[in-house]
């Protein structure tokens, strides 16, 4: 998979050298199988400045028993008495229709991805030649699969919600193992997860233990906890979009509008322009404020040639546009050469060489 490798690892590279934090827009199953709602949420999360548009593929039957009761979340946003099977059978998108929200994705200048949920549609997606797979954390311990993905080379995005260490260990060698490029998202899978539980810190420990990339997949309910972890070294953001929270389906309540999606692409972007410079320098636009506000060596008495200078009429006041204080020591002792008024900097030129 050599070709494979060093186009994947372009986007790779692409994701993790990016001036700005590279947000990807989580449609997932937020279209409710309707195509041309998810057309209109690709386009509204390119108009909304993400860099990527994802998706979800998943044949039903092949991962999900009918008999799997509804998480929490899930209960908590339907009350249609539907099963998590029927509700999630109903977003299922074929091959032929992922091929068209491609297409539309890329007409519109937008980085199309999918997370695939069982081996069927994981082939699917390598086959349409993604650059990249994103892998849902519910997968982190489908060893099988996750083998499968590392073996084709093309880079995996991967979550790693609901695992502990050994289990993001074990799921990362396996990537490692292959030489297959790997993105590592920290990940709290609740919707919405609390801020306390962000741990978003865990980003540290990944880049330490992996030497990988790392991003954040939040589902906290605001952006605080996504700026911290760009603060932290996180590439790559993403979050649940929708068109609108009041939408039916079970992940509308924890997903982010366009506007939102705007304000998160700009806070991010603001935030990784704050990190700056680690080394501490006086920036540019201090030059003035440094004039105005320093102080400088000043004439406390009007001085005359022949005086000597001391402790006694040397003042400490702005402005800093004379000479820097650290010259007080030098200059005690020695003897103008020319007068200076009163409140006026004392300048090198003002005295005996």
């Known amino acids: 998979m050599d070709n494979g490798s060093a186009m994947t690892q372009t986007y790779i590279d692409k994701i993790s050298t990016a001036t700005d934090p590279y947000v990807i827009a989580e449609v997932g199953i937020n279209h409710n199988g309707d195509l041309a ?20 593929n998943f ?24 099963s998590q099977y029927e509700l999630i059978k109903a977003c299922e998108i074929n091959a032929d229709d992922t091929v068209a929200l491609r297409a ?42 996750l083998q499968d993905l590392a073996n084709s080379g093309v880079p995996a ?30 990940c709290t899978s609740n919707y919405p997860s609390k801020i306390e539980n962000a741990n978003v810190t865990v980003i540290d420990a990944y880049k330490t233990l992996f030497d ?26 993403e979050k649940h979009f929708t068109l609108s929270r009041d939408l039916p389906g ?7 509008e ?25 920036t540019g636009e201090e030059d003035d404020t440094s004039a105005a506000l320093r102080r400088s060596l000043i004439a406390d008495i009007d001085l005359q040639p022949g005086d000597v200078l001391s402790l006694e009429n040397i003042a400490i006041k702005r402005p800093g546009t004379g000479l820097p204080v650290h ?26 060489s």
Do not use: W
């Open 250 to 256: 079970i992940d509308q309540k924890a997903s982010i």
């Open 157 to 186: 995005l991967l979550s790693s919600g609901m695992g502990d260490l050994a289990e993001v260990i074990r799921a990362v060698e396996i990537f490692k193992a292959c030489g297959s490029p790997l993105l590592l998202f920290q």
């Open 104 to 145: 539309y994705a890329e007409e519109l200048d937008i980085d199309f991805l999918s997370t695939p949920f069982e081996r069927t549609s994981l082939h699917m997606l390598l086959d349409m030649g993604l650059d990249a797979i994103k892998v849902s954390s519910c997968n982190l311990t489908n060893y099988p699969f």
């Open 327 to 352: 010259f007080l020591d030098q200059l005690v002792g020695r003897t103008l050469t020319r007068a200076v008024k009163k409140n006026n900097p004392l300048s090198l030129d003002d005295f005996l």
């Open 212 to 237: 990988v990339p790392v991003g954040f997949s939040d589902h906290t309910p605001d952006n605080t906890a996504a700026i911290v972890a760009v603060a932290r070294g996180a590439v790559c953001v």
């Open 37 to 56: 709602l998810a057309h209109e949420m690709i386009a509204a999360a390119k108009e909304s400045g993400a860099h990527a548009v994802k998706f979800q």
């Open 258 to 282: 366009p506007s939102e999606l705007a304000e998160l692409v700009r806070v991010l972007a603001d935030a990784r322009r704050a990190l700056g410079n680690p080394l501490k320098i006086r």
């Open 59 to 82: 044949i039903c039957d092949e991962y999900l028993s009918p008999v799997a009761p509804k998480a929490g979340y899930q209960a908590n946003a339907d009350d249609s008495g539907k």
